[in-house]
């Protein structure tokens, strides 16, 4: 009988002992959702927090600065490109302390839009230009031209990945490797100098 009560004695304790466990990180891919639920919803310091401290701001930046360069005068842009941004992480794989997670990223086709701005907007800035229409009313022309164009874009998906560490335990996003955006944005910018 004594031997029984030791026996449960000792379930007992490990029971507790093991509810006393830290639970195990929240998924790498699920910290990417959540990131970007945050980032969406303006919670910059929430979404701050799941990135590896002193990458808040190349994270931030999602990778897009090609899309900035050339997008710099068009005040309203960044707001509408975020609202039709879509990042949507699929699955992960995990090695030691870095994870790689699998995501879907789904954006207006910035390509279509420069095609269709030079298309239809050079002519009208040019003819405007020799009418001897001020900059500040060549400029907010260019801005009207540029917004419409890319509100006509369709969008495009590209398979992407994000590069996660584990730090203190928790997963925190390091990096995003968007190279088939950064292919098609590389491409875009060889056009353009083309055109020069």
Known sequence: MKNMFMILLLVVLISG????????????????NRYWEQVQAGEVEDAGELVVEGREEEVGELGFEAIDEEMEEVEAFDKEFLERFQLTAKDHEEDGEKSIVHVSV???DIKEVM??????????????????????????????????????????????????????????????????????????????????
């Open 17 to 32: 002992l093991a509810g006393c466990e830290e639970e195990d990180a929240t998924p790498p891919d699920e910290v990417v």
């Open 106 to 108: 789904t954006k207006p």
């Open 115 to 196: 095609g269709k701005f030079l298309k239809e907007g050079f002519e009208k800035i040019m003819e405007m230009a020799f009418e001897g229409a001020s900059q500040e009313e060549i400029d907010e022309k260019s801005e009207e031209i540029m917004l419409d164009a890319f509100r006509e874009a369709s969008d495009i998906t590209h398979d992407e990945k994000a590069e996660l560490h584990l730090v203190d335990g928790e997963w925190k996003i390091y990096q995003w490797k968007f190279e088939n955006m950064k292919e098609r944005f590389d491409a875009l910018e060889e056009d353009l100098e083309e055109l020069n």
